[in-house]
């Protein structure tokens, strides 16, 4: 049997960022939206059971991965197998995955966490586990604060959600409208942790009382990006001075506010139409980003 599923990269479009609580992770209240920009999954399973006397047979073969880096997939495999004490169930294939990465790596769009909500689903397809909801939402828990809200993309198709708690309860709704969204991935790979650890050692921000970011939805761009905010730009840019200045000078160059996704380091903006994300798209030459409209 051979599956496909494709894993969306996400942006926050507005993230407040509290002070640290509970086992060193930050409450968050952010809206997350998904962008057009996908890895890709390829699961194969082959007709030789597991015969016993080991794992099964599961293995991940990933493009684009820098050695060393953790796997996200393989840890899917695990978890799945581990919640549901199928690893000794001789009626699991042995199994292979092909995951293609088109998402930057450390640029701030969840792509290891889309990753991980698609190969939750894919592999529950792929093996017919009969599994309760719980079992799978708790497994995404696990496996990182970004997962639910893809896990929710996989299962529902949302697009938009308020995400709270550590980024794991997540409010789904139905945007006013999808603005064309123009990336600029400056190749810089920058570390959640060290971000958050910066974070904690500035001043907290102010808070901005709960928006409604259903009503911000139909707003038009240059309406909604004065509003927009993100409480990890300060971090990483003390981190990543260069990229602070990167986002100045951008800023200057289109005339247009722009913002970081996540903990850093892809810069986004937003246009009302395809086509003025693709005239400034083609005026960035100068700047050391790559830009791709999502
Ligand atoms: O859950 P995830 O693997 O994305 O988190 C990576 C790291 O980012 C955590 O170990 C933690 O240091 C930090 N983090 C945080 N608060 C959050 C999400 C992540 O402090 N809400």
């Known amino acids: 049997m051979t ?41 194969q399973t082959f007709p030789k059971r597991w015969a016993g006397g080991g794992p099964i047979p599961f293995k991940v073969i990933a493009s684009c991965l820098p050695s060393g880096t953790d796997n996200i997939v393989d840890g899917v495999g695990r978890a799945l197998r581990r919640a549901l004490g199928v690893h000794e169930d001789p009626s699991i294939p042995a199994t292979r995955v092909f995951l293609s990465k088109n998402i930057p790596i450390g640029g701030g769009l969840g792509g290891g966490s889309s990753d991980a909500a698609a190969a939750l689903v894919g592999l529950r397809e792929a093996w017919q586990l009969n599994l309760g909801n719980e079992v799978f939402t708790s497994a995404a828990q696990t496996l990182g604060s970004d997962v639910p809200f893809f896990l929710h993309h996989q299962l529902e198709g949302i697009t938009d959600a308020t995400c709270t708690g550590r980024g794991e309860i997540v409010q789904p709704f139905t945007p006013g ?48 990006l004065p509003l927009l905010r993100n409480d990890l730009e300060p971090a990483a840019f003390a981190l990543h001075p260069e990229l602070g200045r990167l986002r100045g000078d951008l800023e200057q160059h289109l005339g247009r506010i722009i913002r970081m996704t996540g903990s850093g380091s892809t810069l986004f903006t937003l246009f009302d139409d395809r086509a003025g994300a693709e005239v400034a798209a083609s005026g960035l030459r100068d ?8």
């Open 177 to 224: 409208q999808r603005h064309a969204v123009l990336l600029m991935l400056p190749g810089l790979h920058i570390s959640t942790p060290a971000v958050y650890g910066k974070f904690d050692a500035l001043p907290a921000p102010p808070d901005d009382g709960d928006p409604d970011f259903h009503a911000w939805s139909h707003l038009s761009a240059p309406e909604l």
């Open 3 to 43: 599956l496909r599923a494709l894993a969306p990269a996400k942006i926050n479009l507005h993230l407040r960022v509290f002070p640290v609580g509970e086992e060193g992770f930050h409450p968050l209240r952010s809206w997350f939206r998904t962008v057009d920009l996908q890895d890709e999954l390829i699961i």
């Open 287 to 294: 700047f050391p980003v790559r830009p791709l409209i999502a």
